[in-house]
C-alpha cells in the first residue's frame, strides 16, 4: 500500500435522494475488495447534534453504531455493503461542528479573535474529515457530504472540500452524483440540470473527477462525451448508474465501468488485477436465483415510510436470500389494526414482525397484532418496542394484569411489566441519554435464541430507555414466557421466548443494525427459516 491516506469526496447536485450513500457504499465495497484499507463517513448538514432526536417522517431511521453513536441511516448502508463497523467518527452534523467551535470559543482558545466561518468553522470541518485518516488505520477515507450543492447549509461543507483539494493535491478526489432526467414526452435525456449541477460546482472552486449519472434510461455514448466536454471531466470518468433492481447489484455495475480503477489512477496508485468480488457475487446468484416466497409482515406506526425500518427490510432481505427465497415484505400499518380486522391483515402472513419506536400512537394495534399471532402460533419476532410489547400483551391477556403497561405509556400503570431504567429516572435532556451502543447478552443454552445464534453470548446494540421489570420475572416464567436473554453485568432481561409456540422471540436489543451483505444475523436467519416452514405447513407454495 502507498504511503499516505487518500481522501475521496462524494458529493450531490440536481435533487436529493439520488443515492450518494448507495454509490459511497459501492466504491468502498470495490476498493476493499482489492485489499486496501477503506472506511467511510457522512457529514449532515443539519443542526441537530445528531439524528437522535429526529422524527423518522423527516430522516428516517436511526441508526446505531456499536460504540453508542445515534447516526444517520447511509451509515447502515456502510456496514452492510463493507462489514466494517463504523462510529461516532463516521457521522459528524453542522450541529456538532458549531457546538465544538462555541465550546471552543468559551473556553477562550481562540484568544480572543472574532470566530468566523471561514477559517474556524471551516478547520473545524477539516479536522474532522480527517481525523480517520490521521490514526494511519485507513488508506481510503471517503466522505459522504450531504444534502445537494447549492443548499445554504451546505455551503461550509463544500468550502471545506475546495480547501482539501487544494492542501492534499493528488491525494484528494471528488466524485460528484447528478441526475439525468427522461422526459417522456420528448422521449429524450437531458444533460443541462448536470451541467448547471457541475457549474455551481464550480463556481465553488471545485472540480469533479468523476460524474457518477442517475438515470432510468441508457445514456448514448454521444451524450456521455458531451457531458465530459461541457463539465471539464476525461470521458471515461462519466459513469452511468441505471436503477437496477437490488441496490447490490450496484458495486458490480460501477465496476464494469471501472470506477475503482479511475479512483486509483487519479489517485496515482497502481492498477493491479481485479477485486476479489467472489463472496459478493455469490450473495448476487442467491439473491437472482431465489425460488418460491416468505411473507412477512412488518407492523409498526411508521409503514408509509421508505427508509423508517431500513435496517429491518434489509436484513429480512438478506435473511430471505440466505434461506433460498424471495421476501414479500409487507407493512401493516398498527394503528390501523384491531380485534375487527386483524385476522383481515395478518391472515396471509408466514411470519410477523412487531417493529421498535417510541411512544403511544399505534400501540393497541400492536398488542391486538401479538395477541393474535400468539394465539394462532405464527412465528413472530419483536424488537426494542416490540418486545415490550410482547411482554405486555402477555401479562394482560395470560397473566390477568388488564392494566398492564408501560410508564412510557401510561406511568400510573398498577402493573408496571416495563419500567424506565432506574438510572434514567432523573433524566430530562432527550438527546444521547438512552442505552445506546452494543452490550454483551447471555442466552440460556436450551433456548430458540442461543440456538439461533449457535452461541450463548452475543453482542448486539441497544437503543432505549425502559426495561423488562425483574419484579415480575417470575410470574411472566411460571406461566410460560421464558427470560432466555441478560446483560450479564445488570441482569437486565434481553431476550424474552415462548417455547411452545414455532417461533416466538422478542430481542431488546436491535439485531439488525449488525445484520450485513456478508454476514446476515442469525437469529434473523432462523425467523425466515421457521416462516418458510410454517408456509409450508400451512400448504402454501
Not at 478526489?173 to 435525456?189: D, G, N, R, S, W
Request: proline share 4%; aromatic share 8%; with cysteine.
Amino acid at each position: 500500500m502507498q504511503a499516505g491516506t487518500k481522501y475521496i469526496f462524494v458529493t450531490g447536485g440536481v435533487v436529493s435522494s439520488l443515492g450518494k450513500g448507495i454509490i459511497s457504499s459501492s466504491l468502498a465495497n470495490l476498493l476493499k475488495a482489492r485489499g486496501y484499507r477503506v472506511t467511510i463517513q457522512k457529514f449532515d448538514p443539519y443542526i441537530n447534534i445528531d439524528p437522535g432526536t429526529l422524527n423518522p417522517y423527516e430522516h428516517g431511521e436511526c441508526y446505531v453504531t456499536a460504540d453508542g453513536h445515534e447516526a444517520d441511516l447511509d451509515l447502515g448502508h456502510y456496514e452492510r455493503f463493507t462489514d466494517i463497523q463504523t462510529s461516532r467518527a463516521n457521522n459528524v452534523t453542522t450541529g456538532r461542528i458549531y457546538q465544538s467551535v462555541i465550546d471552543k470559543e468559551r473556553r477562550g482558545d481562540y484568544l480572543g479573535k472574532t470566530v468566523q466561518i471561514i477559517p474556524h468553522i471551516t478547520d473545524e470541518i477539516k479536522r474532522n474529515v480527517k481525523l480517520l485518516g490521521n490514526t494511519g488505520k485507513f488508506d481510503f477515507v471517503i466522505t459522504e457530504i450531504g444534502g445537494t450543492v447549492g443548499d445554504i447549509e451546505s455551503l461550509p461543507f463544500i468550502e471545506s472540500v475546495r480547501q482539501l483539494k487544494w492542501d492534499l493535491g493528488d491525494d484528494c478526489i471528488c466524485v460528484h452524483l447528478t441526475y439525468m432526467p427522461f422526459i417522456k414526452a420528448a422521449q429524450e435525456l437531458k444533460t443541462k440540470p448536470t451541467q448547471h449541477s457541475v457549474k455551481m460546482l464550480q463556481e465553488a472552486g471545485i472540480q469533479p473527477d468523476i460524474l457518477v449519472l442517475r438515470t432510468e434510461k441508457e445514456i448514448p455514448a454521444e451524450m456521455r462525451r458531451k457531458i465530459a466536454l461541457f463539465c471539464n471531466v476525461q470521458p471515461d470518468a462519466v459513469i452511468q448508474c441505471i436503477d437496477a433492481p437490488s441496490i447490490y447489484e450496484v458495486p458490480m455495475l460501477m465496476h464494469e465501468q471501472h470506477i475503482d480503477e479511475l479512483v486509483l489512477r487519479k489517485a496515482g496508485m497502481k492498477v493491479d488485477g481485479e477485486p476479489d468480488m467472489e463472496p459478493w457475487k455469490r450473495f448476487l446468484s442467491r439473491m437472482n436465483n431465489a425460488s418460491g416466497t416468505v411473507t412477512i409482515g412488518l407492523v409498526g406506526k411508521y409503514v408509509e415510510l421508505q427508509d423508517a425500518y431500513k435496517s429491518i427490510d434489509e436484513a429480512l432481505f438478506q435473511a430471505a436470500t440466505y434461506n433460498g427465497v424471495k421476501l414479500d415484505l409487507r407493512f401493516v400499518h398498527s394503528e390501523k389494526v384491531n380485534g375487527g380486522n386483524v385476522d383481515e391483515l395478518l391472515a396471509d402472513m408466514d411470519g410477523v414482525i412487531v417493529a421498535p419506536g417510541f411512544g403511544q400512537r399505534g400501540i393497541e394495534g400492536k398488542f391486538v397484532a401479538l395477541k393474535w399471532c400468539r394465539e394462532h402460533d405464527v412465528p413472530t419476532f419483536g424488537i426494542c418496542l416490540g418486545m415490550q410489547c410482547m411482554v405486555i400483551e402477555f401479562a394482560r391477556n395470560v397473566l390477568g394484569m388488564a392494566e398492564a403497561n408501560s410508564t412510557e405509556m401510561n406511568p400510573t400503570t398498577p402493573y408496571n411489566v416495563i419500567d424506565l431504567m432506574e438510572e434514567q429516572k432523573s433524566i430530562s435532556n432527550m438527546g444521547g441519554t438512552m442505552r445506546l451502543g452494543a452490550y454483551t447478552c447471555r442466552l440460556k443454552e436450551d433456548s430458540r435464541a442461543a440456538k439461533a445464534y449457535g452461541s450463548t453470548e452475543v453482542n448486539e446494540r441497544h437503543r432505549h430507555r425502559f426495561e423488562f421489570n425483574g419484579d415480575y420475572r417470575e410470574r411472566f416464567e411460571t406461566a410460560g414466557m421464558r427470560c432466555v436473554g441478560e446483560n450479564p453485568e445488570t441482569g437486565l432481561v434481553e431476550v424474552v421466548e415462548l417455547p411452545d409456540k414455532r417461533w416466538f422471540i422478542g430481542t431488546q436489543y436491535h439485531p439488525e443494525y449488525s445484520s450485513t451483505v456478508l454476514h446476515p444475523n442469525p437469529i434473523f436467519i432462523d425467523f425466515v427459516s421457521a416462516a418458510i416452514a410454517y408456509r409450508k405447513e400451512k400448504g402454501v407454495k
